[in-house]
C-alpha cells in the first residue's frame, strides 16, 4: 500500500533552468550551423509592468545565447509605423521571432498587430493562424504560458491519458489553448468560467485544475480532490500588497499531491517557453 503524499511543490524555477539550459545546448548547436536564433521584442509606450516584462525576457535571450533585438517606442507611435517595422521584421532573415509586448496605446489595434506577425516568427502563439494549428494539431507555435504548464504537469511523471482536467478560464491567450494542450494529451477537458453554475462540483472530479482567472482564491481546499494536480496562472495581490494567485495556497497544498506557487511558479517558464519557441523557429529555418 503506498502512502500519499500532498503538497509537493513545482519549482518552476527550478524547472525554467533545466529547460533553459537544454535551449542553451541547442543554441549552440544552431550556432555551430551558423546560425544564431533571433528575437524581436518591440515596447512601446511607458507602461512599468511591460518594461518589467521585457527586461526579463531579453535577460533571459542574453543567458541562454539567443540574439535579442529590443525596439523601444514613445507611445506616439503611429499604428501604421509599427505595422510597418513589423513588416520589415517579418522580411529579416536573422529575426525568428517576433514579440510585440501587450498593452499598447488606445490608438493601436492589438489584433491588427498581432495578425500582422508573420505565423512563423509567432512566437507567442497569439495569431489567429497559430490558434487554428492547435486547433487542428498542426505543428505550430503553442502559447507560452499553457505551454509552460503542461511541461510543469510533465515534470510530476504523470500521465495524462482519461485524467480528468478542469480549466478555470477561457481566454484567448491562457483558458483556451490550455484546454487544446490538454485534449492532445489526451485528457477529458472541462472549461470552467463566470457563468459556471457550481464551480466546486466540477474541481472535485478534477485530477487536475488550472486556474487562470486573476481572482483571488477562485479554488479553495474544499473544492480540490485529494492528490490532484493544482496549477495556479493568476497573479493578484493579497490584502498586504503581496504576490499572490487564484489558488488558496495555504490551504490547498495540504489536499493537493503537486502544486505551484506564486510566485515562482508559472512565471517563470512562460518567458522560458518563448525561448523554446524562438530556438525552435531557428530550428525550422535549417530544415
Known amino acids: ?74 507611445a506616439s507611435l503611429s499604428e ?14 536573422t529575426v525568428h521571432g517576433i514579440l510585440v509586448q501587450m498593452p499598447l496605446p488606445k490608438h493601436i489595434n492589438p489584433h491588427k498587430v498581432i495578425e500582422a506577425i508573420s505565423v512563423t516568427k509567432d512566437v507567442d502563439g497569439y495569431a489567429t493562424l497559430s ?46 489553448p490550455m484546454a487544446l494542450l490538454l485534449l492532445q494529451a489526451n485528457a477529458t477537458v472541462t472549461i470552467c468560467h463566470s457563468a459556471t453554475q457550481d464551480m466546486g462540483h466540477h474541481t472535485r472530479q478534477a485530477d487536475v485544475i488550472v486556474a487562470a482567472v486573476g481572482k483571488r482564491n477562485v479554488v479553495t481546499a474544499d473544492m480540490v480532490k485529494p492528490g490532484a494536480i493544482v496549477i495556479d496562472v493568476g497573479m493578484n495581490r493579497n490584502d498586504e500588497g503581496k504576490l499572490c494567485g487564484d489558488v488558496d495556497f495555504a490551504g490547498v497544498k495540504e489536499v493537493a499531491s503537486f502544486i505551484t506557487p506564486v510566485p515562482g511558479g508559472v512565471g517563470p517558464m512562460t518567458i522560458t517557453m518563448l525561448l523554446v519557441n524562438t530556438l525552435e523557429a531557428a530550428e525550422r529555418t535549417t530544415t
Open 131 to 176: 490558434a487554428g494549428e492547435l486547433m487542428t494539431g498542426a505543428p505550430g507555435f503553442r502559447p507560452c504560458t499553457p505551454y509552460g504548464c503542461m511541461k510543469m504537469i510533465e515534470s510530476t511523471g504523470t500521465d495524462l491519458r482519461g485524467k480528468h482536467a478542469v480549466v478555470i478560464g477561457r481566454s484567448n491567450t491562457v483558458g483556451k
Open 1 to 74: 500500500m503506498t502512502t500519499q503524499k500532498y503538497g509537493r511543490i513545482i519549482d518552476g524555477i527550478a524547472l525554467s533552468a533545466q529547460l533553459r539550459a537544454d535551449v542553451g545546448r541547442r543554441v549552440l548547436a544552431l550556432k555551430a550551423r551558423g546560425v544564431t536564433p533571433g528575437l524581436a521584442v518591440i515596447l512601446v509606450g511607458e507602461d512599468p509592468a511591460s518594461a518589467v516584462y521585457v527586461r526579463n525576457k531579453v535577460k533571459g535571450c542574453a543567458d541562454t545565447g539567443v540574439r535579442s533585438v529590443f525596439e523601444k517606442y514613445d
Open 80 to 93: 501604421a509605423a509599427l505595422l510597418a517595422r513589423i513588416a520589415a521584421l517579418n522580411a529579416d532573415p
